[in-house]
């Protein structure tokens, strides 16, 4: 294991500094992170040139005696950004790809201990190194207790803050589901008789609704969202206790469980509720930059709505692969219409052609279809839609479909 420690530029003095219940009496924190870890096999000492004059022939002493090999890394006094930048680099590049690594920010002057801080989250955060502790020697004066703060939790700050980041914004719940099964363990290995029993299925089932909204899964998501809801009440005080920083954001969470509805049920079917449920995940989508899912769930909800216009509240066969197609069919049948060419009846042109929206149906739906379509080839033809022009097209479609399904509504609901 590697200790990266700053190197002060005062002498150092005498203090008893205590960790994990120990102590240690020396003047080099350095000396007693060693003996009081009893893991440390190297150290590199970061050190400024006027750091290496005042203390680095005395802390390599101290050091020698623990039996470790010592490593002085120079770096500028860091009074321009320039040079913090150049200091970031000195600590990053002085440790090796999968070492185990202490820090220690105790003797870090001025703006060092941030650098040193948030070159531990990079670290960590890139996979290029496993941070064990973040330590700081809180000194006290001789004759007082110097506890050594391990400050190794509130990196998980900044892991949670990207994680949270990406549910909220990308809807990608991978990173909470894998921090929260991680807390969830840390506290039952540690014997902590409050471990959370709740927040590892809580996280899972973030995970489960960002999966299903990703793969455009409206059902599922729509159930998992009320998941969300539902458990959210039930979980507040593990995640208050282990993650404060999603308890930060709960109000955002339980916007997202606002969107939820159950499963349609097999036997009364769709309803009109589920429906505008479905609607508000299409904009949940767009508003997130998922605009692939987001079309293609527009083309779904569209038949969706029209065979609730059709058969009412309740219709238990709009799964029906034969009943879908048969209103895509008639959409495509109106459009032929539209264009003065011949169509062939389906089940439902009689009464399709009878609808005051039915011009409106018809455009929207061509417009869905040509969107969707250049997703769906990837913008392998001649003449493409430029990404900067599908994702506004993706937004013009859903500020249609809003006021259309509530004219639809209020037209055909008993």
Known sequence: MKLISFLGGHPYAPADYQYAGEVCHTSVVQEAICKLLGTIDDIVLIATDGAREMTLEAV?????????GVTAVPIPDGKSEEELW???RAVVTSIDDGEEIVF?????????????FLSAAFLRTTGKAHISHLLYGQ?????HPSPILDLTPFL????????????LESVDGKRIRELANQTSKEAYLSGRPDAPVKLSKFAETLDAFSMATRMARPVEALDKASLIAHNVADVIGEIEEFTPPLGMVLDKINAVGELGIAEPDLVTGITWDHAEKQLGLIGYMIERGLFLQGVTLSREWVITLMLLARHGDGYPDWLDKDVRHG???????????????????????????SLDSEEVVTRLWIKITEIRNDFAHCGMRSNPTRVPTMNVKSKELYTEMCPLFKQIRETFED
């Open 104 to 116: 220690d920010i105790t003797h870090g002057f001025r703006s060092l201990p941030l650098v040193g």
């Open 139 to 143: 000194y006290m004066g001789e004759g």
């Open 156 to 167: 998980s700050i900044l892991d949670w803050t990207t994680g949270v980041n990406a549910f």
């Open 327 to 353: 209103m895509e069919w008639t959409f495509g049948a109106g459009i032929r219409n539209m264009r003065g060419k011949y169509f062939e009846d389906t089940d439902y042109s009689d009464w399709y052609f």
């Open 60 to 68: 390599s002493a101290a050091l020698r005696e623990c039996g470790v």
């Open 86 to 88: 150049e200091i970031f």
